[in-house]
């Protein structure tokens, strides 16, 4: 399947801190508790400390064990699309046939420019970030306003995961509008990190709406094309071309091209001009991309084909369940395997390079691992220390002091004496 070749980066990318962190704290916890018993009587050696290939697997295998089942967890539904394609109308409409198939959806507006939504939505990023003050307060035009005010939403996002946590069992889709300007959304920052955070812990698809009244011309199609394909390869998640306004042209047209090259081959060379030549050398290259896509038609304003929309997305959840969480459960044991590879690397580098003389030197010194109670202590000592250390500098300050005092009275009596003779 075409994803299941893609979601090895952003896989290996998101577990890379979550990984590292629950295998350091294990492995913190085994090498303080073996070293402060042996520390005494034991003579210094690296193999003692040494993380194991079984403590890497049981951590592996423990997190995997831990793992919240995904299966129970509600869809996230992503929705992007140029500008006009119908994409806040599309979700009104999706939103209202959640609601009469019961349960309802968990809907985010992520749009802080939108003069008001025509869906009753859970969270509101305008709630939290007003979009004109932070234009004035910055300085900055509509699209430098809005990156801005996704940024400022993404420091808080962490929050709206815990909401979603607490209602997983309450819905079964999660649905977010994104900003009109999808270049926003798609290349930023706070995109990235809102996509990948839902991502990771949920399972997510991305809805991507194209306007079928726009992308008539198989020059326009191309670019819709070009513009799903780059999505697809950066969020590399399950996706979905959700062509809209079939109530206005039908999208049989697109979906054709989409599926047989030498159709929209024939319509491209119905058209003549530079543009025509590129697109043709775009699709040469793109059809193996989006040929294999789910697509459908839909309609926003009659709710045509919703039924079939939510049939490839079921299809893309499972998807995600049996490609997207085996890889990274897969790549999280390989990162906890390299991590334990790694430091054991590092402490034979160090056993190496110590001699036996220093390793006795290293054993009768004071540098051990210390409980809390004896860091406490030794805090409480250095704060003693720090005490003394600033009452010498205050009495060295005071000598130089009074020495400066002298010197320029002594210079003072010697100018006098010299007028005076």
């Not at 980066?9 to 295998?23: D, G, P, T």
């Not at 990948?196 to 194209?210: D, K, R």
Request: net charge negative.
């Amino acid at each position: 399947m075409l994803h299941q070749s893609m979601v090895t980066a952003m896989c290996c990318k998101r577990i890379s801190c979550s990984a590292s962190c629950k295998y350091s704290a294990n492995s913190a916890r085994a090498m303080d508790a073996k070293l402060e018993s042996s520390a005494s009587t034991e003579p210094f050696t690296t193999e003692a400390s040494l993380p194991t290939t079984q403590q890497a697997d049981a951590n592996s295998a423990a997190s995997t064990e831990s793992e919240p089942d995904f299966s129970k967890k509600p869809t996230c539904l992503i929705f992007l699309g140029m500008a006009g394609s119908g994409k806040t109308t599309l979700v009104q409409k999706i939103t209202a046939y959640l609601y009469e198939k019961k349960p309802p959806p968990y809907v985010i507006n992520m749009d802080p420019a939108c003069g008001e939504v025509p869906y009753p939505a859970n969270v509101d990023i305008r709630d939290t970030v007003k979009y004109k003050d932070v234009m004035k307060q910055y300085g900055l035009g509509p699209n430098g306003g809005i990156v801005t005010s996704l940024n400022l939403f993404a420091t808080q996002f962490d929050q709206l995961l815990g909401l979603l946590e607490k209602r997983q069992e309450q819905h079964e889709y999660v649905i977010i509008d994104t900003p009109g300007q999808i270049e926003v959304f798609t290349w930023s920052a706070s995109g990235s990190i809102i996509t990948e955070a839902l991502a990771a812990g949920f399972p997510t698809v991305v809805v991507y709406v194209m306007d079928s009244v726009r992308s008539v011309s198989p020059v326009t199609f191309m670019s819709n094309m070009l513009y799903a394909c780059s999505i697809l390869y950066k969020t590399r998640l399950p996706f979905i071309v959700a062509i809209n306004k079939t109530d206005v042209v039908d999208s049989g047209y697109a979906e054709q091209w989409m599926r047989d090259f030498e159709t929209f081959d024939e319509a491209l060379r119905a058209e003549s001009s530079y543009a025509t030549n590129l697109t043709y050398s775009l699709s040469l290259v793109l059809d193996e991309f989006y040929g294999s896509l789910r697509c459908t038609g839909v309609s926003a304003a009659t709710g045509a084909n919703v039924d079939r929309l939510f049939e490839l997305v079921s299809e893309a959840r499972t998807e995600y369940l049996t490609d997207y969480r085996a890889e990274y459960r897969r790549l999280r044991r390989a990162r906890d395997q390299a991590e334990c590879d790694r430091q054991r690397g590092q402490l034979s580098r160090l056993d190496g390079d110590l001699e036996p003389a220093d390793r006795e030197r290293l054993v009768e010194s004071d540098v051990s691992l210390r409980t809390a109670a004896q860091a406490d202590d030794d805090d409480g000592q250095q704060t003693v220390s720090d005490d003394e250390d600033v009452k010498e500098q205050e009495s060295f300050e005071n000598f130089l002091q009074r020495q400066k005092e002298r010197q320029t009275a002594k210079e003072v009596k010697q100018t006098v004496n010299l007028s005076k003779s």
